[in-house]
């Protein structure tokens, strides 16, 4: 048995190297049929050319990033209240009725697309359990897949695959614990650097509380070529999306919810108390899982960027031109291409980061990065995801969280390596770079006031 589930982690942390290590790694064909797939969309559109990303690599490329706070606000951020005309909502019953609606049709319809109405049912096997020490803590581990229903249509086969832990001691008193369901490795592919940020698991472990490991990529491929198979591939049959059809964000999203349902069926897991989490890319699809999915109790959105908590409307590292390329774009509705081309902009959307971090509210949330530059306006290696940017759009959705009674983050600009917490928001900086690790033990102490609320 414990053969089986170290081939299963094998093939759950190979089918994950395309995703850490980004598009480098994938074959030129993929991104051939990427380039294609972004190309068709373009044309359905009627788009002319499509402008350039920012270059985050050369600081002497006419289009540069932009490191710089003094010309990094050439829109203003929307109010996350106000709809159509201006008009502001003014009570917790209009947002839950009225504005919260609106946004949560923009998102659909401009940033992540429509999930179908109706998805495949996804039958959960246990394919292993094995008793170990892991991190210096006795656990329980299972290797959890999830097989989607294809009768359908059978030419294409998904599984999600997660990997469930447990301490023992809370297994053998049959105890039911808090989960923070992680968007990560389940282990570290061969090859790529060690992640400090992995620790988190030791941690969560020695708090007495169990966490689960889901690959998104056994969902949706993390590219434009797969869009015709994983589950988007499988509601559509084969064929391409629709311009409003859910991107791989949604997708990901979709697919941490269904580890949340399994989670409801777990003896040893309180599904009242699942924590998400996500860093980069992972962490755009844990927002974007809080966001449409109002049982998670809280969550950790690390390094999101754009896409994520970032906003659009701020000229700062990655830009929507980037999110729009050919590497990225699938992450997104296809009708997101249009704001990357003349005529429209980032201020023609109709909403923006701070309205997607709002739809948590009032559920407690915490937001991290690292340092955003190095001094005199040079990048540091996390300043490409816009931490002062993400800091003001928390800020700004914290207008719903105060309208609805929770106490919002307070403060015209971001700490730096220091915590901002509200008890019910949490802005925290560090030090080291694109990793989540030093923000853990901050988060993990925020989860447990979260907990000791619900």
């Known amino acids: 048995m414990r053969a089986a589930l170290s081939l299963g982690l094998a093939i759950l942390a190979a089918v994950s190297v395309a995703a850490a290590v980004g598009k480098a790694a994938q074959p030129n064909s993929t991104q051939a049929a990427s380039g294609a797939e972004r190309a068709r969309e373009i044309g359905l559109l009627g788009l002319g050319a499509m402008r350039r990303g920012a270059?985050?690599?050369?600081?002497?490329?006419?289009?540069?990033?932009?490191?710089?706070?003094a010309t990094a606000n050439p829109y203003p951020l929307p109010d996350p209240l106000a709809g159509a005309g201006g008009r502001r909502v003014a009570t917790p019953a209009q947002w839950w009725s009225v504005r919260r609606p609106q946004i949560l049709k923009a998102m659909d319809e401009a940033l992540y697309g429509k999930a179908p109405a109706r998805t495949p049912r996804v039958d959960w096997t246990v394919k292993e359990t094995r008793r170990e020490t892991l991190f210096g803590v006795p656990a329980v581990s299972k290797l959890l897949d999830g097989r989607l229903d294809n009768a359908a249509f059978p030419a294409v086969e998904v599984h999600i695959q997660a990997l469930l832990v447990a301490?023992?001691?809370?297994?053998?008193?049959?105890?039911?614990?808090?989960?923070?369901?992680?968007?990560?490795?389940?282990?570290?592919?061969?090859?790529?650097?060690?992640?400090?940020?992995?620790?988190?698991?030791?941690?969560?472990?020695?708090?007495?509380?169990?966490?689960?490991?889901?690959?998104?990529?056994?969902?949706?491929?993390?590219?434009?070529?797969?869009?015709?198979?994983?589950?988007?591939?499988?509601?559509?049959?084969?064929?391409?999306?629709?311009?409003?059809?859910?991107?791989?964000?949604?997708?990901?999203?979709?697919?941490?919810?269904?580890?949340?349902?399994?989670?409801?069926?777990?003896?040893?897991?309180?599904?009242?108390?699942?924590?998400?989490?996500?860093?980069?890319?992972?962490?755009?699809?844990?927002?974007?899982?809080?966001?449409?999915?109002?049982?998670?109790?809280?969550?950790?959105?690390?390094?999101?960027?754009?896409?994520?908590?970032?906003?659009?409307?701020?000229?700062?590292?990655?830009?929507?031109?980037?999110?729009?390329?050919?590497?990225?774009?699938?992450?997104?509705?296809?009708?997101?291409?249009?704001?990357?081309?003349?005529?429209?902009?980032?201020?023609?959307?109709?909403?923006?980061?701070?309205?997607?971090?709002?739809?948590?509210?009032?559920?407690?949330?915490?937001?991290?990065?690292?340092?955003?530059?190095?001094?005199?306006?040079?990048?540091?290696?996390?300043?490409?995801?816009?931490?002062?940017?993400?800091?003001?759009?928390?800020?700004?959705?914290?207008?719903?969280?105060?309208?609805?009674g929770k106490r919002p983050l307070g403060g015209a600009a971001p700490p730096m390596m220091s915590l901002a917490d509200s008890g019910d928001m949490a802005f925290r900086q560090h030090d080291q770079g694109h990793t989540p690790g030093p923000n853990w033990s901050w988060f993990l102490d925020f989860a447990a006031r979260a907990f000791a609320a619900n």
């Open 167 to 404: 301490p023992e001691a809370a297994v053998t008193a049959r105890r039911k614990t808090p989960v923070i369901l992680s968007i990560d490795f389940a282990r570290r592919p061969p090859g790529l650097p060690a992640d400090p940020g992995v620790d988190y698991r030791r941690q969560i472990l020695e708090r007495g509380w169990s966490y689960v490991v889901f690959d998104p990529t056994t969902v949706q491929a993390d590219n434009g070529a797969g869009l015709t198979s994983g589950v988007i591939g499988l509601v559509n049959r084969g064929k391409p999306r629709s311009l409003d059809d859910w991107g791989v964000l949604r997708a990901w999203a979709w697919g941490a919810s269904r580890i949340l349902d399994r989670l409801a069926v777990e003896p040893n897991a309180d599904a009242s108390k699942v924590a998400i989490f996500g860093h980069s890319r992972y962490g755009k699809a844990a927002l974007v899982a809080m966001a449409y999915d109002r049982r998670f109790a809280t969550g950790f959105i690390s390094s999101s960027g754009a896409g994520g908590a970032a906003p659009y409307r701020r000229h700062w590292g990655e830009q929507i031109e980037n999110v729009a390329a050919a590497n990225e774009f699938h992450w997104m509705a296809g009708n997101f291409l249009k704001y990357a081309a003349d005529p429209l902009t980032a201020n023609d959307l109709p909403v923006d980061a701070n309205a997607v971090i709002a739809m948590v509210a009032p559920r407690p949330i915490f937001i991290g990065a690292g340092r955003s530059t190095t001094g005199a306006g040079l990048p540091s290696s996390d300043g490409w995801v816009d931490p002062p940017g993400m800091f003001k759009a928390e800020a700004s959705a914290g207008q719903v969280w105060r309208l609805l």
């Open 55 to 69: 270059d985050g690599q050369n600081p002497a490329a006419p289009n540069a990033a932009n490191y710089d706070e």
